[in-house]
């Protein structure tokens, strides 16, 4: 089984900012640009819901829920994605979760705790 590896989240207050990174495991570097690559959340007590995606020629798109808020971006270069994430809001706390799906594979990290609060 692949990981992704996640980095980046931590407590912030309502209106902050993060910058979420992944790294996607090194099995899959040379086909890296075959993924889509996206950020899931799970708050506590929800189901896991996608936040945000991006394919290998980098057509984005965002939840509607974090649109303007959010961004998601790829580097292939750095076979990375991440997701800057501002205004945040108490309904934003959950654990960010990278996910690297292709045709044949679907593989998601550990995930990334975020806590928004005052």
């Known amino acids: 089984q692949l990981h992704l590896v996640e980095s980046g989240g931590g407590s912030v207050q309502p209106g902050g900012s993060l910058r979420l990174s992944c790294v996607a495991p090194?099995?899959?570097?040379?086909?890296?640009?075959?993924?889509?690559m996206a950020w899931y959340r799970q708050a506590p007590g929800k189901q896991r819901e996608l936040v945000a995606a991006?394919?290998?020629?980098?057509?984005?798109n965002v939840a509607d829920c974090v649109r303007g808020r959010f961004t998601i971006s790829r580097n292939n270069s750095r076979k990375t994605v991440t997701l800057q994430v501002s205004s945040l809001k108490s309904e934003d706390t959950a654990v960010y979760y990278c996910?690297?799906?292709?045709?044949?594979?679907?593989?998601w990290g550990e995930g990334t705790a975020v806590t928004v609060s005052s």
């Open positions: 996910n690297a799906r292709s045709e044949s594979d679907n593989c």
């Open positions: 090194r099995a899959i570097f040379s086909v890296f640009t075959m993924y889509e």
């Open positions: 991006i394919t290998s020629s980098g057509s984005a």
